[in-house]
Structure formats: C-alpha cells, structure tokens
C-alpha cells in the first residue's frame, strides 16, 4: 500500500490541491476539475493507498506554484512522480520544453515528435497530463483558436495572461 500525501491551498486561479508520493509531485488538480475526478485520479495512479496530509514535496510545490503564478518564477524545480503510456511521455516531455510566454500547437507538437498526423493524440495526452503548470499544456493551442483545458477555459486564458503570450 502506497503512501500518498494530499495538500489543498488558495492560489490567484482557485483552490489547487497536490497530491504526491515519496518518488515526487504526482498529481495537480486546479479548481476547475471535479473533486471525485481528483479521488479517481488518485485511485487510478495509485490504487490503494494511505492518505496523509502535507508532505515535504507538495509544500515545496505550493511554494514554487505560487511564485509562479504570480510571475515570480517561470520554470519549476520539483521532483516528479509521472505515469504514463509511452507516447504520452514523450508529448508531455517536449510540453515541458515550451518556453515560458509562448505557445504551439497540437500538430506542431506532434511535428516534433515525428508523429505528423497525431494532433488529436497530443491533445489526449494533454487531456491525461495529471501535472499541469508543470508540464504546462495550457501553452498548447489549436490552430483556430485555444483548443481545450482541463482546468477550465478560463484558467487556461488566466494562466496565459500571468505569461503575457494572451
């Protein structure tokens, strides 16, 4: 049985909540997710599991997070604890490359991972990423306009604001 430590806090965008484990940073959940998405989440990645409150990780988070979010700061420094298929690595991988205040689109990510006619399959894996503002799929757009958000269109163009590339 797993270990996993939960931690909720108010931020500019909404009530955020970090749950990880001991090999890091495993789930982000913005306010404008539902909070039994986030138990499904969690019973998905981790199956069972003791929950615990705080944990050194999600406070270094929150910190790094709030900075962030108040253009403080434009990369994160946190351990991680990813899952995912293949594929959806190597998305999430080259979205962690997008330059703080740019943007791409889902084909010209799927461009670069040499998987041309895969715009739809980037755009679900953005749908998986469980880490968002660290892996920032809110950069990601559609050609036509802003695409989707996990979080919620209007975090997606808040988020881009704090940026400046909206």
């Keep these: 049985m797993s270990l996993v430590y939960v931690h909720s806090f108010q931020s500019p965008i909404g009530k955020i909540t970090l749950a990880s484990s001991d090999a890091g940073l495993a789930i982000i959940k913005l306010s404008g997710e539902r909070s039994a998405d986030f138990q499904k989440m969690l019973a998905k990645r981790f199956g069972k599991f003791e ?22 700061r434009q990369t994160f ?3 991680l604890d990813i899952e995912g298929t293949p594929f ?5 991988q080259r979205v962690r490359k997008i330059p703080y ?21 980037v755009g679900s894996a953005n749908g998986r990423n469980n880490l968002p503002l660290i892996i920032p799929c809110h950069r990601v757009v559609a ?6 958000y996990g979080g919620g269109l209007v ?12």
Excluded at 88 to 92: A, D, F, G, R
Excluded at 101 to 121: F, K, L, P, V
């Design 155 to 166: 975090t997606k163009k808040k988020l881009l604001k704090i940026e400046g590339s909206l």
């Design 143 to 148: 050609s036509s306009g802003l695409g989707g």
């Design 88 to 92: 959806q690595k190597k998305v999430w």
């Design 77 to 79: 420094d946190i351990e």
């Design 101 to 121: 205040g740019a943007t791409t689109t889902y084909g010209q990510i799927a461009r670069s991972i040499r998987n041309d006619g895969a715009s739809r399959a």
């Design 51 to 72: 929950k615990a409150s705080g944990g050194t990780t999600n406070k270094k988070a929150q910190k790094q997070i709030l900075a962030y979010l108040s253009g403080k």
